[in-house]
C-alpha cells in the first residue's frame, strides 16, 4: 500500500469522494452533514492524501489547517472491500504525523455519533483522541462526535 499526497484532480477520487457523500448523506441527517465534497477539498488550507493498492484508490483523508497551532482531519474513508484491514490506522498514523510535522500542536475532528460511524470513534480513540466541545465553526449536534489530542 502507498500513500501519497493527491491534487483532486484524477476520475478516481472524484468517484471516491462521491460514493463517500452518498454514504454520508445516506446516514446523517443534511444539517448534520459535514463532509467536503470535491470543491470545498480544493483549498490551500487542506492536504489531501489518498491510499492505493496495487493501482487501485482504496482509502483517503487530508488535514485542514484551522490556525497555526490546530488542525482538523477531514475526509478519512476506506473502501468498504478493505475495511477492517489496517488502511484507516495506517493512514492515520501517517497523517498524524504529518500534522506534527507540519508544526500543529492540537487536530481535532468530527464524526458522526450513530451507530455507523463506532468504528471510526474507536480508531480515533485507539490514537489517543477524547471527546472534546465543538470546536472551530461547529455547532453542538446531537448527530456528532467532536474529538482531539495534543500532537
Known sequence: ??????????????EFLEEH?????????PESKHALDLEGLRKP?????TVWDEGCLIGCGAIKKLDADNAEI????????????????MLLQHILKEAKRQGYQRISLETGSMPFFAPARNLYAKYGFKHCAPFSTYKEDPNSVFMTRDL
Do not use: N
Request: charged share 30%; with cysteine.
Open 1 to 14: 500500500m502507498e500513500i501519497k499526497i493527491d491534487d483532486l484532480c484524477g476520475s478516481e477520487i472524484a
Open 21 to 29: 457523500i452518498r454514504e454520508m448523506k445516506s446516514v446523517s441527517p
Open 45 to 49: 488550507e487542506i492536504t489531501f492524501w
Open 74 to 89: 477531514k475526509s478519512m474513508r476506506t473502501c468498504v472491500s478493505y475495511r477492517g484491514k489496517g488502511v484507516a490506522s
